[in-house]
């Protein structure tokens, strides 16, 4: 069983959607979970990041944990078009290296 | 805002060559880390370093990888005889703290390409 585990879609939505991106994990010792944006060629870019469960909100994106099933998701409301991108989950613990997903490539149609 | 620097965005070099990727972290973070990314894969950990030295590294990161803080600013990674399969977006990333996640902050990559 893969670490991590994310669908890599793509995925393609309306402007004004509900999006939702998700992934799962088999190490129960990560403690620090996050979401990454990377647009064509470029690097990651942190958006959002939690330590251990539960939610948090900036803006239209909310990231949840859950690490009784080994879940989290990102979910943006709203959705534009400069939301097209790519999005990774990543995960650490042992506060040393990032474990990431295979990123979920996201379009969002005008 | 503060951002990591890495030079060159793309470099071609040929089989067997040494290539050495440069990178300038945020001034004020103490622990370097490289990661690479081979296209349409994910983003893999190679290495952190803190303090001059390797604190950890990955299977990957076998004898013919290196890395060096030459100056104050620098942060470099060696590949000392470059094979096809080491084509790929090298990304270097700094961090201020350890105890916390806090900025840990990625640079735009270096697109190596070994034909």
């Known amino acids: 069983q893969k670490e991590v585990e994310q669908d890599p879609g793509p995925l393609s939505v309306p402007e004004g959607a509900i999006v939702s991106l998700n992934c799962t994990y088999s190490n129960s010792a990560f403690q620090y979970f996050m979401w990454y944006r990377q647009y064509s060629r470029k690097g990651p870019e942190l958006l959002m990041y939690?330590?251990?469960?539960g939610n948090k909100e900036d803006g239209r994106f909310t990231a949840q944990v859950d690490k009784s099933s080994k879940y989290i998701s990102l979910f943006i409301r709203d959705s534009q078009p400069s939301d097209s991108a790519t999005y990774l989950c990543a995960m650490m613990w042992g506060n040393e290296k990032l474990t990431f997903g295979t990123g979920t490539r996201l379009t969002i149609i005008p | 805002e503060p951002e990591v620097t890495q030079t060159p965005s793309h470099q071609v070099t040929q089989m067997g060559q040494e290539v050495i990727l440069r990178c300038v972290p945020i001034?004020?973070?103490?622990?370097f880390y490289w990661y690479r990314q081979i296209l349409g894969q994910k983003v893999e950990f190679l290495v952190s370093?803190?303090?001059?030295?390797?604190?950890?590294k990955s299977e990957i990161f076998d004898d013919q990888f290196s890395v060096e803080r030459p100056d104050g600013s620098n942060f470099t990674l060696k590949i000392r005889s470059t094979k096809l399969e080491d084509s790929a977006m090298y990304f270097c990333a700094s961090r201020r703290d350890r105890g916390t996640f806090y900025g840990y902050t990625f640079g735009s990559g270096t697109r190596l390409t070994v034909v």
């Open positions: 001034s004020n973070h103490l622990y």
């Open positions: 939690t330590y251990s469960s």
């Open positions: 370093f803190y303090n001059n030295e390797i604190s950890e």
